[in-house]
């Protein structure tokens, strides 16, 4: 058998911690909505379900802003925003240089900033916005267009142990001794967790 299942290290990041966030409505993350009544992540055993189901509804946005722990996810996307920032850099000056003509007309939310500082802030936002997109391929591509993922996750949650050790839980089938999928409790809601451990017998 493989080694233990971890979400998030199919993404092939290392172990992340993850600090605490404040209880209630999750904050809207990288402009996907939330929808708790639908993927609800009150216990380690309702979030491996709603992971279940983000995969079925091929959620990946979902999936990557608000299942995945955040932390790793805000990581991922700040490393892969650096790498994209000179060529969108390079694009936004293009687009701003194109407003700037006589006789192109611009809203004015869509205006880029002259003033340096704005114009750089400008460049991280939509760095990040494209970056994040990037990461969510990779979700896609991991975790939805794989279907022995969706497989392996529902017989964990359908067959699966759970043991919870109140800030973090796992899930153990009794006759595979080297996969688990690994869960964290950030505030009230619980989060796939990066980490990955191999199991001796």
Same mark, same amino acid.
């Given at each position: 058998?493989?080694?233990?299942?971890? *979400?998030?290290?199919?993404?092939?990041?290392?172990?992340?911690?993850?600090?605490?966030?404040?209880?209630?409505?999750?904050?809207?993350?990288?402009?996907?909505?939330?929808?708790? @009544?639908?993927?609800?992540?009150?216990?380690?055993?309702?979030? *491996?379900?709603?992971?279940?189901?983000?995969?079925?509804?091929?959620?990946?946005?979902?999936?990557?802003?608000? *299942?995945?722990?955040?932390?790793?996810?805000?990581?991922?996307?700040?490393?892969?925003?650096?790498?994209?920032?000179?060529?969108?850099?390079?694009?936004?000056?293009?687009?701003?240089?194109?407003?700037?003509?006589?006789?192109?007309?611009?809203?004015?939310?869509?205006?880029?900033? *002259? @003033?340096?500082?704005?114009?750089?802030?400008?460049?991280?936002?939509?760095?990040?916005?494209?970056?994040?997109?990037?990461?969510?391929?990779?979700?896609? @591509?991991?975790?939805?267009?794989?279907?022995?993922?969706?497989?392996?996750?529902?017989?964990?949650?359908?067959?699966?142990?759970?043991?919870?050790?109140?800030?973090?839980?796992?899930?153990?089938?009794?006759?595979?001794?080297?996969?688990?999928?690994?869960?964290?409790?950030?505030?009230?809601?619980?989060?796939?967790?990066?980490?990955?451990?191999?199991?001796?017998?």
């Amino acid at each position: 058998m493989r080694k233990i299942l971890a *979400l998030a290290v199919l993404l092939g990041a290392a172990t992340i911690t993850v600090g605490q966030q404040p209880d209630g409505p999750p904050p809207i993350r990288y402009a996907v909505g939330t929808n708790v @009544e639908t993927f609800p992540q009150t216990s380690a055993r309702e979030t *491996l379900a709603s992971v279940v189901r983000a995969i079925e509804r091929n959620k990946a946005d979902y999936l990557a802003a608000y *299942l995945l722990d955040p932390v790793f996810v805000d990581a991922r996307v700040a490393d892969r925003a650096k790498l994209i920032e000179p060529a969108v850099d390079r694009d936004l000056r293009a687009v701003r240089n194109a407003q700037r003509q006589k006789d192109v007309e611009v809203r004015p939310e869509e205006k880029l900033p *002259l @003033e340096p500082k704005l114009f750089d802030i400008a460049v991280r936002e939509e760095a990040n916005r494209r970056a994040f997109k990037l990461v969510t391929k990779d979700v896609r @591509e991991y975790l939805i267009e794989n279907p022995d993922t969706l497989k392996d996750l529902k017989r964990f949650l359908r067959d699966g142990v759970f043991t919870d050790a109140g800030e973090s839980a796992s899930v153990a089938l009794k006759d595979v001794k080297d996969r688990q999928v690994f869960l964290k409790k950030i505030g009230t809601r619980w989060f796939i967790e990066d980490r990955q451990k191999d199991v001796k017998n």
